[in-house]
């Protein structure tokens, strides 16, 4: 069955870089759209970035938030999600997605805390 894994969010201090990963298994993940989300305390889920399987993005609408980079390896199967200038405001719960036949799948989600 479809699977998401995230990883690689952790405590970073604003203005730091961090490289979320998405690796993904039961399905043809170079034949789909890979999407992020995020979720913070309170909020609810948004949208971030999303990357064509030719490599086509969609960044964040909001480009205030910060320059949140998609790009994914269809080798590997594992889709990447990086920002080069954290702000506090991008402390979030961050999520892969993909629709398969109608269905969204999502992961279980990574944690992203920017504080100093």
């Known amino acids: 069955q479809v699977q998401l894994v995230e990883s690689g969010g952790h405590l970073v201090q604003p203005g730091g870089s961090l490289r979320l990963s998405c690796t993904a298994s039961?399905?043809?993940?170079?034949?789909?759209?890979l999407s992020w989300y995020r979720q913070a305390p309170g909020k609810e889920r948004e949208f971030v970035a999303s990357?064509?399987?030719?490599?086509?993005?969609?960044p964040i609408r909001n480009t205030g938030k910060g320059q949140w980079n998609p790009s994914r390896d269809n080798i590997k199967n594992i889709g990447y999600l990086q920002n080069d200038s954290l702000k506090p405001e991008d402390t979030a719960v961050y999520y892969c997605?993909?629709?398969?036949?109608?269905?969204?799948?999502w992961g279980q989600g990574t944690q992203v805390t920017v504080s100093s």
């Open positions: 990357i064509t399987p030719f490599g086509g993005v969609t």
């Open positions: 997605s993909v629709e398969v036949s109608g269905t969204v799948h």
């Open positions: 039961g399905f043809m993940f170079r034949e789909y759209i």
